[in-house]
Structure formats: structure tokens, C-alpha cells
């Protein structure tokens, strides 16, 4: 289970918004770290399809995704960010339609609309309408419908953006468990949601990836740096910190 990207380049006319993109995820959480405007949006939207590189190639399992076409978008699930979600549907009317939307047979989709419901836990509120669900309970139906063809690439954009505390960590821990089978990545802007769950933190600045690894390998990396210039003379560096050195306060 791999996913290669490798010299990845998108120009809009003048502006370069990835520089050279090179990164190779297999089965776990990943994180991708980066401020507003440095390319995490359309590096997704390559990674799902919707947007042509201009130069460099992804591969799922040594195959140029551009080339499988449908076999690419069968193993593929992508979490929007939170958005108005037909609110007179009920979920599961909602994803009856995702699933006939995705060419699901009514068996099938009715065993796979089963299945998400009950890992996302919305069994329970399946026949009621979606404008009674709380953010939480939303977004969560936005993950059921990005597994009902069972993806093995899982693209999620701000997943607990939105949420309360407890909605968070909730969602950390479902993401977990649905990763178990998957290569799951996550852009988001909010450190906490992706530090203790990820494999590797991909951290993206002005269209280049300026580092990729683990939590603690990141961290030692710059802690001497980050305590020696702190102006708050911190000893316990974290990833928040890492994120305000590479990116700024
Ligand atoms: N369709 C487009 N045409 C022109 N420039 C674009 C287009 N899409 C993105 N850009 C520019 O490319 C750069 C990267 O944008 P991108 O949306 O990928 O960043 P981002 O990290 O996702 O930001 P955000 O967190 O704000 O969504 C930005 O400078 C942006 O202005």
C-alpha cells in the first residue's frame, strides 16, 4: 500500500503554487501542516484528481494514478470540509445517494451504507434529517460517505474543523481506527488534531515540503534551536512550536 508523489509542480499562470512536491505514504495517518495559501488545497486536489499537475507524476502502488482512471477514484475517499449537507435528507437518504452517485448495487450499497453507518456511529439517527445533527454528528456523516466503496486513499480537508473539544477527540479516534486499512491524510491548520495520531507530519510552506517525519524527529530536529530563541524560554517543546518556527507567530 503506497502512494508515491514525486517532483510534483502546479502553475496558475504566474504563480507557482507547488515547487518540486516529492513524498512517499503507506498505511497510517498523515498530517499535512501549512498556512493559508501554501499549497495544501491543490496538492489535495491532485492527489484526488480534480486538478492536473503541471509537471510530476502520483503513483498508487507504482501506477500513474492519471492513467487508472476510474480504478484510481474506486480506492479513493475524500473528506470535504465541513459544508450545508442537503439538510431535509435523512442520512440515509443522503448516502443512498452517494452510493448510487459512486455506482454501488443496491445490495452492495445497502451492506456498505450499514457498515459506515455503524463505524461512524450514526446507526441510531440514520432515518432522521440531517438538519437535526449536530457538527459533530455531520461530519462524521461525511466520513461514512467517503468509506462506502471501502477507499484505501483517504483524503480528509480539516476534518474537526468546527468542533467541540469532545467532538475532536472523537474524531481523532475514528480516524484512527479507520486507518487501520488505508493511507490517510489529513491537511488541516490545527497541530493538536494530527500530533499524537499521525505516522508523519508533512509540513508544507510556499508551495515546497520543508520537512516530513515523525513527531519526536521533527521536534528534536529544531528543539536546541527553538529553546535557544524562545522568548519565552520554554523546555518542553512541542509541535505547536514547531509549526511557529517553520511558519511564523
Ligand atoms: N485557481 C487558482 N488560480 C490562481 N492562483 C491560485 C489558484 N488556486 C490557488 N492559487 C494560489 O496558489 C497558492 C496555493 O493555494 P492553495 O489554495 O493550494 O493553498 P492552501 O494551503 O490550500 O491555502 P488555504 O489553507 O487558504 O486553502 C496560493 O498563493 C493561491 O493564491
Redesign the pocket.
Known amino acids: 500500500m503506497e502512494l508515491t508523489v514525486e517532483n510534483l509542480y ?1 502553475n ?2 504566474q ?4 515547487k518540486g512536491v516529492s513524498f512517499v505514504l503507506g498505511q497510517g495517518v498523515y498530517g499535512l501542516l ?12 491532485i492527489l484526488t484528481g480534480n486538478v492536473r499537475a503541471t509537471s510530476g507524476t502520483v503513483f498508487w502502488n507504482g501506477q500513474n494514478i492519471a492513467e487508472m482512471g476510474k480504478d484510481y477514484r474506486k480506492i479513493l475517499g475524500y473528506v470535504p470540509q465541513q459544508q450545508a449537507l442537503y439538510p431535509d435528507f435523512t442520512g440515509m437518504r443522503f448516502l443512498s445517494y452517494i452510493a448510487t452517485l459512486q455506482g454501488l448495487k443496491s445490495k452492495e450499497a445497502k451492506e456498505r451504507i450499514s457498515y459506515a453507518l455503524d463505524v461512524v456511529e450514526l446507526s441510531h439517527v440514520s432515518s432522521k434529517k440531517i438538519r437535526s445533527y449536530s457538527g459533530g454528528m455531520k461530519q462524521r456523516l461525511l466520513i461514512a460517505q467517503a468509506i462506502l466503496t471501502d477507499p484505501k486513499v483517504l483524503i480528509m480537508d480539516e476534518p474537526t474543523a468546527g468542533l467541540d473539544p469532545k467532538q475532536r477527540v472523537l474524531m481523532r479516534n475514528l480516524i484512527v481506527e479507520i486507518a487501520s486499512d488505508k493511507v490517510v491524510l489529513i ?1 488541516t ?1 490545527v497541530v493538536s488534531d494530527i500530533e499524537w495520531i499521525s505516522k508523519e507530519i508533512l509540513l ?1 510552506k510556499e ?1 515546497s515540503l520543508i520537512q516530513k517525519g515523525n513527531r519526536d524527529l521533527l521536534i528534536r530536529s529544531i528543539q536546541e534551536k527553538i529553546e535557544t530563541s524562545s522568548k519565552r524560554n520554554k523546555k518542553n517543546v512541542d509541535l505547536e512550536d514547531i509549526y511557529l518556527y517553520y511558519f511564523g507567530e
Open positions: 502546479k496558475y499562470g504563480k507557482v503554487a507547488l501549512g498556512p493559508n495559501g501554501s499549497g495544501k488545497s491543490t496538492l489535495m486536489n491537511a491548520h508544507l508551495g
